[in-house]
T-cell receptor, first 113, second 112 residues
Framework: EAQVTQNPRYLITVTGKKLTVTCSQNMNHEYMSWYRQDPGLGLRQIYY???????DKGDVPEGYKVSRKEKRNFPLILESPSPNQTSLYFC????????????FGQGTRLTVV | GNSVTQMEGPVTLSEEAFLTINCTYTATGYPSLFWYVQYPGEGLQLLLK?????DKGSNKGFEATYRKETTSFHLEKGSVQVSDSAVYFCAHLTNAGNMLTFGGGTRLMVKP
């Protein structure tokens, strides 16, 4: 089954404790991206990757890192999480670019206390 | 700058009512436009898209027409069902097509 898999689905952590949210897709898509969803703000793009070893900042990259060592994986890293990073996070992948249909994971709800 | 503005929800309708969710955008040029839908507890799914002016995207009874004169891409459906209850997001391509910019989302609630 074609899908985008995020882990974990839920996470509660403390300020400053490094964490990684994993994202994997099995569709051989070139383009992958991370969003955060906050009430009233819709989805805002954090980082995106056009292909392996190519990553770029989105609209809200501060406090986040990503890597794209393999085509299928695109982990999101919070080196020192803060409470303002409490949010619902979505990973998505598309065949070639942001203009082709995006397939989203089920989301990761992160709470930083 | 680039932005997408949607009508605030929630929009509450009875089954078989007519639906309109307004969406306007500001952008350089004429970017591709999209509607995505998010059902409870799930990620977003592409509902429909239009890639140039006057194009009409359609899917599952939903339609939206790319109007460059009014920079709008309003979503319509002639007869909604309870199963259409979801959050709907309007979006357009930005950054030379490398990113999607989303609106704030509009929650639709359809009552039997």
């Amino acid at each position: 089954e074609a899908q985008v898999t995020q882990n974990p689905r839920y996470l509660i952590t403390v300020t400053g404790k490094k964490l990684t949210v994993t994202c994997s897709q099995n569709m051989n898509h070139e383009y992958m991206s991370w969003y955060r969803q906050d009430p009233g703000l819709g989805l805002r793009q954090i980082y995106y990757s056009m292909n392996v070893e190519v990553t770029d900042k989105g609209d809200v990259p501060e406090g986040y890192k990503v890597s794209r060592k393999e085509k299928r994986n695109f982990p999101l890293i919070l080196e020192s999480p803060s409470p303002n990073q409490t949010s619902l996070y979505f990973c998505a992948s598309s065949l070639h670019s942001a203009g082709t249909e995006a397939f989203f994971g089920q989301g990761t709800r992160l709470t930083v206390v | 700058g680039n932005s997408v503005t949607q009508m605030e929800g929630p929009v509450t309708l009875s089954e078989e009512a007519f639906l309109t969710i307004n969406c306007t955008y500001t952008a350089t040029g004429y970017p591709s436009l999209f509607w995505y839908v998010q059902y409870p507890g799930e990620g977003l799914q592409l509902l429909l898209k239009a890639t140039k002016a006057d194009d009409k995207g359609s899917n599952k009874g939903f339609e939206a027409t790319y109007r460059k004169e009014t920079t709008s891409f309003h979503l319509e459906k002639g007869s909604v069902q309870v199963s259409d209850s979801a959050v709907y997001f309007c979006a357009h391509l930005t950054n030379a097509g490398n990113m999607l910019t989303f609106g704030g989302g509009t929650r639709l609630m359809v009552k039997p």
